[in-house]
């Protein structure tokens, strides 16, 4: 009878422990893939403010629009949010040469960028723009640059129909998620 027993037990015994095993190459091969693409630290990073680019024939008559510069400031917002969020990026105040950035076009001032964000400490600059053509056509830019050497790491776009902080706001989250963050892609080094 005990060797009856015996021949009972062991098999749940091997089926409790295939399961105990089996549970943790689950959860390892789950932790896997974060483990490889995560990076060694976090990258520094100073990310300026959205510019607009306005080439609308509203823009040339009326000006710029309190509603779409208060636009460019959330979009930068997000940007900051969703980068630290990722652990991927060390953010860098960029107080001390805001008003600079401001002052200069970063998209057309020969890399002035990459030189602030170097001032900073930062190992990269991240800026953005919204090209608007009209109030149905937009697109959204984010440009990744090495702030020792100026070179461009990434550069991304996403098109957009509608000017309103929803599609805006939706542009920029699918560029986030599927360009800068995106493994082998975007800002990764």
């Known amino acids: 009878m005990n060797g009856a027993q015996s021949l009972y037990i062991c098999p749940m015994r091997g089926r409790f422990t295939f399961l105990i095993r089996l549970r943790y190459c689950l959860v390892a091969s789950w932790l896997l893939p974060l483990a490889v693409h995560a990076p060694a ?13 306005d080439t609308s024939v509203e823009g040339e008559i009326k000006g710029p629009r309190p509603d779409e510069q208060a636009r460019l400031g959330r979009l930068s917002d997000q940007l900051r ?7 991927r990026f060390e953010l860098v105040d960029i ?3 805001l008003g600079e950035a401001h002052a200069s076009n970063l998209q057309a001032c020969g890399g002035c ?5 170097k001032r900073l400490g930062a190992e ?7 090209q ?3 109030n149905l056509i937009l697109n959204v830019n984010i440009y990744v640059r090495d702030a020792s050497s100026a070179a ?6 996403a098109d957009m129909r509608g000017n309103t902080d929803e599609s805006w706001s939706r542009a920029l989250d699918w560029l986030i998620r599927n360009r800068l963050l995106a493994p082998d892609y975007g800002a990764s080094r």
């Open 124 to 130: 990269l600059a991240i800026t953005g723009t919204v």
């Open 132 to 134: 608007k053509v009209s």
């Open 81 to 87: 949010l969703r980068l630290k969020e990722s652990g």
């Open 41 to 53: 630290h976090a990258q520094t990073v100073a990310v300026f403010d959205f510019e607009l680019i």
């Open 113 to 117: 960028d990459a030189q602030l964000a």
């Open 95 to 97: 107080a001390p040469v």
């Open 152 to 157: 461009t790491v990434a550069a991304m776009s």
